[in-house]
């Protein structure tokens, strides 16, 4: 967080509610409120037969490393339609936001961000990764190029995903990683 207002360029101080510390700020001049709330991170597991969806990230951080396409969401969209751009951004597939079901969510403390996955299928292996992306590709698990994972942290919910993608049972999974632990629960089956 900024020790600076954006509004006015006065300092920040922390803002104490009900006798209680909290992780927010208020400006010392114009009282204006300022949130250090957790990003949210949207992602999309795409299946091709048992092969899923990777790319290879041309921006900063981990430039030339393999992830899930993924990003952040934007103002004004709902989380389907942020995974469903990031998905088209990253990769060139070109999804509604209605091809997508729900997979995935939690949190991960050390980095603060909540992660919302969905999954989706597709028939053909086209790819048209744009800027973001150096390259793209279908993957197997034998094949994901796994020493050049973007974010090895969260293995264990790609390896959830190839593990249902191989079983073709996928739950919905709710997830807490923090830097002492990675915890995975089950929610509910779906068909």
């Given at each position: 967080?900024?020790?600076?207002?954006?509004h006015?360029?006065?300092?920040?101080e922390?803002?104490?509610?009900g006798g209680?510390?909290?992780?927010?700020?208020?400006?010392?001049?114009?009282?204006?409120?300022?949130?250090?709330?957790?990003?949210?991170?949207?992602?999309?597991f795409?299946?091709?037969?048992?092969?899923?969806l990777?790319?290879?990230?041309?921006?900063?951080?981990k430039?030339?490393?393999?992830?899930i396409?993924?990003?952040?969401?934007e103002?004004d969209?709902?989380?389907?339609?942020g995974?469903a751009?990031e998905?088209?951004?990253?990769?060139?597939?070109?999804?509604?936001?209605?091809?997508?079901?729900?997979y995935?969510?939690?949190?991960?403390?050390?980095?603060n961000?909540?992660?919302?996955?969905?999954r989706?299928r597709?028939?053909?292996?086209?790819?048209?990764?744009?800027?973001?992306?150096?390259?793209?590709?279908?993957?197997s698990?034998d094949?994901?190029?796994?020493?050049q994972?973007?974010?090895?942290?969260?293995?264990?919910?790609i390896?959830?995903?190839?593990?249902?993608?191989?079983?073709?049972?996928?739950d919905?999974?709710?997830?807490?990683?923090?830097?002492?632990?990675?915890?995975?629960?089950?929610?509910?089956?779906?068909?």
């Open positions: 967080m900024t020790r600076y207002c954006p006015c360029g006065a300092t920040l922390q803002h104490m509610v209680e510390l909290r992780n927010h700020w208020r400006c010392t001049a114009c009282a204006r409120l300022h949130y250090d709330h957790p990003m949210i991170v949207v992602t999309t795409v299946a091709c037969g048992k092969r899923l990777w790319v290879q990230r041309a921006l900063p951080p430039v030339g490393a393999w992830a396409p993924g990003g952040f969401l103002q969209e709902t989380l389907a339609e995974a751009r998905l088209r951004e990253e990769s060139g597939v070109v999804l509604p936001a209605s091809a997508l079901t729900f995935m969510m939690g949190t991960i403390t050390f980095i961000q909540v992660y919302v996955a969905f989706a597709v028939t053909d292996e086209s790819l048209n990764p744009g800027p973001e992306s150096l390259a793209a590709g279908f993957f698990r094949e994901c190029p796994w020493g994972v973007a974010y090895p942290e969260v293995n264990d919910s390896i959830q995903a190839y593990d249902d993608l191989d079983s073709g049972r996928f919905v999974w709710h997830t807490e990683m923090t830097a002492q632990r990675y915890a995975r629960q089950r929610v509910s089956e779906l068909p």
